[in-house]
């Protein structure tokens, strides 16, 4: 997923974009506020049934792009007026959408479906979001929370309005998981070579590491961070692979000044994976 507006911007060709952004993008405005009013307008065109002209016009190849928001959003967090950070995550026809069978998945392109895999779970919305939306932009905290909150979302998954996730550096990882019983943290790669252990064994593959990680693993496994991930993948079956780049995890900052280590992305679950693989074996052929 594109997370840098200066990276959409060079990835976009802007004389392919509906009049209204291309107005936008050359606008005197800042980046900052440009990157805001072009996803407000993504919206209100997606609302219109009017095409963007983003659509098929990323040559990277991404299904989705990521648009953080200048302005804050007003919002009530366990019952005090408060502002979130939040942005706009946007779905993209890729090259790969070329090799995708949308009539087999409800006329969806691979970047709504991942919307979609976010937007519409219930169960997960409810139990793993660092914020349970109530309506009417009314939130409660959650402590086991994984992924950043669901402000709104397109009824047809082109767009979701989510709390936003600012980049983590790998010490930063280590520093935000350090505890009583692991005061020098995690390092990322020990927490993703843990989940993945624990997706496998789930599942009945076999484990390629030697013995001599298993009682490394089996300790890291215990981390509270860990666990609140393990309790959703064990819950969902949901593959953990985009963990492992690190710029798809994050950190959402609550506003009472609490930082926590999030998954910026989770849309890839086994139905997407299964759409991902199909299209590229279309591809290839």
Do not use: C
């Given at each position: 997923m594109i997370s840098n507006f200066k990276e959409f911007l060079n990835n976009v060709i802007v004389e392919n974009l509906h009049p209204e952004l291309q107005n936008i993008i050359a606008?005197?405005?800042?980046?900052?506020?440009?990157?805001?009013?072009?996803?407000?307008?993504?919206?209100?065109?997606?609302?219109?049934?009017?095409?963007?002209?983003?659509?098929?016009?990323?040559?990277?190849?991404?299904?989705?792009?990521?648009?953080?928001?200048?302005?804050?959003?007003?919002?009530?967090?366990?019952?005090?007026?408060?502002?979130?950070?939040?942005?706009?995550?946007?779905?993209?026809?890729?090259?790969?959408?070329?090799?995708?069978?949308?009539?087999?998945?409800?006329?969806?392109?691979?970047?709504?479906?991942?919307?979609?895999?976010?937007?519409n779970d219930y169960f997960v919305n409810s139990n793993y979001r660092t914020l349970i939306n109530h309506g009417?932009?009314?939130?409660?905290?959650?402590?086991?929370?994984?992924?950043?909150?669901?402000?709104?979302?397109?009824?047809?998954?082109?767009?979701?309005h989510v709390g936003h996730a600012r980049d983590i550096s790998r010490k930063e990882f280590k520093d935000l998981t350090k505890t009583e019983d692991f005061p020098k943290g995690i390092s990322h790669n020990e927490f993703?070579?843990?989940?993945?252990?624990?997706?496998?064994?789930?599942?009945?593959?076999?484990?390629?590491?030697?013995?001599?990680?298993?009682?490394?693993?089996?300790?890291?496994?215990?981390?509270?961070?860990v666990q609140k991930f393990i309790d959703y993948h064990g819950s969902t079956g949901n593959p953990p692979h985009d963990y492992m780049q690190l710029k798809n995890m994050?950190?959402?900052?609550?506003?009472?000044?609490?930082?926590?280590?999030?998954?910026?992305?989770h849309g890839f679950s086994s139905d997407v994976q299964k759409a991902y693989t199909m299209a590229r074996r279309n591809q290839y052929k």
């Open positions: 606008s005197p405005a800042s980046n900052v506020s440009k990157q805001t009013l072009i996803s407000k307008k993504i919206k209100d065109l997606t609302n219109r049934n009017e095409p963007t002209g983003i659509e098929g016009n990323m040559p990277k190849g991404s299904s989705r792009a990521y648009l953080k928001h200048s302005d804050l959003h007003p919002a009530v967090v366990d019952g005090h007026p408060t502002n979130l950070k939040t942005g706009t995550k946007v779905a993209i026809r890729a090259d790969l959408d070329k090799y995708h069978n949308k009539e087999e998945h409800n006329d969806m392109s691979l970047g709504a479906m991942q919307n979609d895999a976010e937007n009417n932009d009314h939130f409660s905290s959650n402590e086991n929370g994984i992924f950043p909150p669901l402000i709104s979302h397109h009824d047809n998954n082109e767009w979701s993703y070579e843990t989940l993945n252990r624990f997706h496998d064994r789930n599942n009945g593959k076999y484990w390629p590491k030697p013995a001599k990680y298993e009682a490394e693993y089996d300790k890291i496994e215990q981390h509270p961070l994050g950190v959402w900052e609550h506003p009472n000044g609490s930082k926590h280590i999030v998954a910026r992305d």
